[in-house]
């Protein structure tokens, strides 16, 4: 069955809650006893000396060592079979451990919406993953069940009102790690136990399937070829009528690290969508994806992001220092462009080590995403928004400080910080009629509301009245590109694929190159470094993960200075008196300890 028939079969029937109206959505039954007299054939897994091993619920899901997580993905399919029926929306999961080695495996729940599942919802996937006899599973299937508990919404689309609700139901998807077969048919057998329909999408990306769950809570199409044709079409009416938008040439190859991964997998479909006569050339490298120990080996947007330099497979010995290159993760849901740093171009005498690149990393993307519209809308002023759109920026505590200071003070635009991680960000980013997120790490979408949709439509119905049969103006034409960006750009959740387009969509309609790209603003120097501790639960933060709180009740405002010295970055660390605010000489914002990180300095 196609994803639009089984759309078509469960869009009929859906009566939803509404914020205006209070109305509740009915929770279908579920077959709870089914379920746990299913669950004795997923044992929860015991650590050497027989104590149960507990499942944490981390950024976006549970993730560890694959061959322990049977138990979890069997429990995680009927967390998103509960969520689906106390919606009445379909939700979904995947399986996989996105940029982590390929002996780890995980599970990523997606809510009705499509985006992450809410962060109120995440203490009932980790009781239900960890109930530890039947009866503690019992109860935690009926406390995730009760009234109070179904309706926390995660994002601002309540979607359109049905008569009667559907049967509970569950995409799944997987990547490409040895693990994911079995942990893929212990998802589906979970949500089946408990009473909800299954479809499985086999291999796709992570925001693939996050779309697949998006569409279909909006009734649109959302087989794997809409999602390409909307990506497709996007790109090719935002280089429309661009000089040089139809014509191929050499610097429009992007060469392409895929991680071995499942984007890998998905690439050849992008490249026949967007057609034959399209102006960009993808050349992949570690494409290979089901090779024993390759996925994110060396390779991928994780390591050259952290590691600062090449991939160190696939080839890039041999790539020259003017091509632009773009690397993304195991899962594809993050990017980071980069090419290989020309000592003649930077004006240094040459060095033997050629592997070492310069990184346009999340905060480089959002920043040339912003300045993208921002140049739309000062050529669609003055009259096409009234009242204007605001258009926000959201940063994590990791962002480049240099970033924060050029959408702020260059663009003009309002910059938003939040706590690490995609469920902190979106959220924050819809509260804009555009919000741009990524973090630094490459994972990052723009947002565009409803409303700011609908506004966009009427503003191209109004300026193509105005002109009748005569040329376009550039008001109409800053319009439908726009317009052309929301089609670009994956809605539910960063895509590395979508990425790649709608950043080359705008290098194209700039006359941008990298050289142009990165002198937007020079990144401030920074080291990140990572500390391992016992236990990073102990160590607590506040506003924005910028200042810890605890350990031992302490009030520690944590302050990083990095001193510019001919290349080398000197760090002070320092510890403040209790409820101390202050700041440093000559810094701005402060970073924190979090999650057993000391964080980069960067402003």
């Not at 700039?510 to 501790?533: C, I, N, R, T």
Request: glycine share 8%.
């Amino acid at each position: 069955m196609s994803f639009s028939c089984a759309l078509q079969v469960l869009s009929v029937h859906h009566v939803h809650f509404h914020r205006r109206t209070r109305e509740r959505t009915p929770v279908v039954a579920m077959d709870v006893d089914a379920f746990v007299a299913a669950s004795d054939a997923y044992p929860i897994p015991t650590s050497p000396d027989g104590a149960p091993i507990h499942f944490s619920y981390g950024t976006a899901g549970f993730r560890t060592i694959g061959d322990v997580l049977a138990s979890t993905v069997f429990r995680c399919g009927a967390v998103a079979a509960i969520r689906s029926s106390v919606t009445g929306r379909a939700t979904g999961m995947v399986v996989t451990a996105s940029h982590n080695p390929e002996r780890d495996n995980g599970v990523k729940l997606v809510d009705c919406d499509g985006g992450m599942l809410p962060v109120a919802w995440e203490r009932h996937a980790e009781a239900i993953a960890n109930a530890p006899t039947h009866d503690a599973l019992r109860a935690a299937i009926e406390l995730a069940q009760t009234p109070a508990e179904a309706h926390l919404p995660q994002h601002n689309h309540p979607p359109p009102h049905a008569p009667t609700p559907p049967p509970p139901h569950v995409f799944l998807a997987r990547d490409t790690r040895p693990t994911g077969p079995a942990l893929a048919a212990a998802a589906k057998a979970g949500a089946e136990a408990i009473g909800a329909q299954v479809t499985d999408c086999g291999l796709m990306t992570t925001p693939q399937l996050h779309y697949v769950v998006y569409a279909s809570y909006r009734n649109h199409p959302c087989d794997e070829s809409d999602y390409f044709a909307r990506l497709a079409r996007g790109f090719g009416n935002m280089v429309q009528g661009v000089a040089g938008g139809t014509t191929h040439d050499a610097a429009s190859t992007i060469v392409v690290d895929c991680a071995n991964g499942v984007g890998a997998a998905k690439l050849a479909p992008l490249r026949t969508a967007l057609g034959t006569e399209c102006v960009l050339t993808l050349d992949p490298r570690n494409y290979k994806y089901g090779r024993p120990g390759s996925l994110n080996n060396e390779v991928g947007a994780d390591f050259v992001q952290k590691e600062k330099t090449c991939p160190m497979h696939g080839g890039f010995d041999g790539v020259g220092a003017d091509a632009r290159c773009v690397s993304v993760d195991g899962d594809a849901d993050r990017l980071v462009y980069f090419r290989k740093i020309n000592t003649a171009r930077k004006g240094e005498s040459e060095s033997n080590d050629d592997s070492q690149v310069e990184l346009f990393d999340g905060d480089k993307i959002a920043a040339l995403m912003a300045t993208r519209v921002a140049d739309l809308l000062k050529r669609c002023a003055p009259n096409a928004f009234d009242p204007p759109l605001r258009v926000g920026v959201v940063q994590t505590a990791y962002a480049n400080g240099a970033s924060t200071a050029y959408v702020r003070d260059t663009l003009g635009l309002e910059v938003a910080c939040t706590a690490t991680g995609v469920k902190f960000l979106h959220p924050e980013a819809e509260k804009f009629d555009v919000g741009v997120y990524f973090e630094a790490n490459g994972h990052g979408t723009a947002v565009f509301s409803d409303q700011t949709l609908s506004r966009l439509d009427d503003a191209i119905a109004r300026a193509s009245s105005d002109e009748g049969d005569g040329e376009e103006s550039d008001q109409c034409a800053a319009l439908k590109e726009m317009k052309a960006m929301t089609e670009a750009i994956n809605p539910a959740v960063g895509d590395a694929l979508s990425g790649i387009l709608v950043v080359e969509a705008i290098l194209l309609a700039k006359g941008w190159g990298l050289d142009e790209w990165g002198e937007m603003y020079a990144d401030l120097p920074s080291k990140q470094v990572k500390v391992m501790v016992k236990d990073r639960a102990v160590i607590t933060t506040t506003n924005a993960e910028r200042i810890a709180v605890t350990p031992n009740g302490e009030f520690i405002f944590v302050c990083v200075r990095a001193i510019r010295m001919t290349d080398t970055c000197i760090w002070c660390i320092q510890g403040c008196k209790p409820r101390s605010t202050r700041l440093l000489p000559s810094m701005g914002r402060t970073r924190g300890l979090s999650r057993g990180r000391v964080g980069r300095r960067t402003s």
